[in-house]
């Protein structure tokens, strides 16, 4: 059974920093790209960062470009979001996904406000 299981957000002021975490379990964790996307108020669901299942390759959307890191770590099976200079635009509920084998799994989302 596949479970995808976010952590880490909350409220911070524009120009902070945060860390999101996915845990994932019940995947081969390495095999497979995982991404991030968030969801904001009134908005479609969009792609904000993807990374490899090796973690060499990484793509941003161009709104977090310079402001937000992917990275993984295969031996905790855990994949992260390094969000700073966050902006009010940033405000969103963040989800963990990936495909395997054609099936799509997501978390249950982490909210992310940014707000002075």
């Known amino acids: 059974q596949v479970q995808l299981v976010e952590s880490g957000g909350g409220l911070v002021q524009p120009g902070g920093s945060l860390r999101l975490s996915c845990a994932a379990s019940g995947i081969t964790f390495r095999t497979y790209i995982m991404n991030w996307y968030r969801q904001a108020p009134g908005k479609q669901r969009e792609l904000v960062a993807s990374?490899?299942?090796?973690?060499?390759?990484?793509n941003y959307a161009d709104s977090v470009k310079g402001r937000f890191t992917i990275t993984r770590d295969n031996a905790k099976n855990t994949v992260y979001l390094q969000m700073n200079s966050l902006r009010p635009e940033d405000t969103a509920v963040y989800y963990c996904?990936?495909?395997?084998?054609?099936?799509?799994?997501w978390g249950q989302g982490t909210q992310v406000t940014v707000s002075s």
């Open positions: 990374i490899s299942g090796g973690g060499g390759t990484t």
């Open positions: 996904h990936t495909v395997i084998w054609g099936l799509t799994y």
